[in-house]
């Protein structure tokens, strides 16, 4: 016994110095997705930790301290209404990034069942589903979300389902694509002819193959979500003052030209995020594409 402890401990010691090295090396070799989600886990830890490093209420009002530019009682200065731009900035992120994450997600789930069946199914099913898809992507996407939020009233709430209806159609087109070139694989054709049921194929055999390039566009959404939110929040369809949403804030902003840190320091947000997606989104790519060396 105590020999095959012996022998069995160094190989479990070289397994986890292994893992460790490849980990080191696809951080060497994909840096820009370590970044990308390095940034992002930064922003994660900003909405958990909100009230702890900006502890000044984002709502609470001073008109003493009217439109101040940044100091170090107030790092990013103070709107029309004496509120910390800081503190507003920094709570915007539990509104911005929340939001945007469950529309990705509800995209990627709605998109990629319809998806599926559409191109597996075919026929009758593809056609409906397709057609609905065709119409939506007809519109510009900003045009149709503004319409629908609109037509729904301004919310936080609308503004998702407008984010939702916009982008789901995307994911559905994408997942078509694969399943169509995934079905006619041997290892379908051989499962079929084995007498395995249509669903369990598209579930365990079908779907696992297609997941790739949903990832990739998820993590670019995240940040082009957020942008459409903000805007509409900057045209005054989304999220309603007094929030402390990135897009709103830039909207108080945009008049005042020479208090220029109301509408630079949310920007500065937007971008940052936007930013870390497009990085996470190419490390992504080039990690998960067999071709790329």
Request: glycine share 6%; with cysteine.
């Amino acid at each position: 016994m105590a020999t095959t402890q012996q022998l069995s401990t160094p190989t479990t010691e070289v397994s986890f110095r292994e893992n460790i090295g490849r980990a080191v090396a696809h951080a060497r070799k994909y840096p820009s997705m370590w970044v990308g989600l390095t940034i992002l886990i930064l922003f994660i830890l900003v909405i958990v930790l909100a009230d702890v490093i900006a502890p000044v209420d984002p709502l609470a009002q001073d008109l003493t301290f009217r439109l101040k530019p940044p100091t170090s009682e107030h790092p990013f200065g103070t709107d029309e209404l004496g509120r910390d731009i800081y503190s507003r900035v920094v709570h915007g992120a539990r509104i911005s990034l929340p939001a945007s994450f469950f529309v990705v997600i509800v995209s990627v789930i709605v998109g990629t069942f319809l998806g599926a069946l559409a191109g597996f199914l075919g026929g009758a099913v593809d056609e409906v589903i397709m057609r609905i898809a065709d119409v939506t992507l007809a519109f510009p996407s900003v045009v149709l979300a503004l319409a629908i939020s609109a037509f729904l009233g301004p919310s936080l709430t609308n503004a998702i389902i407008a984010a939702c209806v916009v982008l789901w159609p995307e994911y559905a087109r994408l997942m078509r694509s694969q399943v169509l070139v995934v079905r006619s694989f041997e290892f379908v054709m051989a499962a079929r002819s084995l007498g395995m049921r249509e669903l369990i194929i598209l579930v365990r055999h079908i779907l696992p193959n297609t997941w790739t390039p949903l990832i990739i566009k998820a993590a670019l959404d995240v940040g082009g979500i957020i942008l459409l939110v903000s805007a509409l929040s900057f045209l005054g369809l989304g999220v309603t003052p007094p929030a402390p949403e990135w897009g709103a804030m830039i909207a108080m902003g945009r008049t005042k030209f020479y208090q220029w840190w109301l509408a630079t320091f949310p920007g500065i947000a937007i971008l940052l995020v936007i930013f870390a997606c497009n990085l996470l989104s190419e490390g992504l790519r080039n990690w998960l594409d067999p071709n790329y060396k």
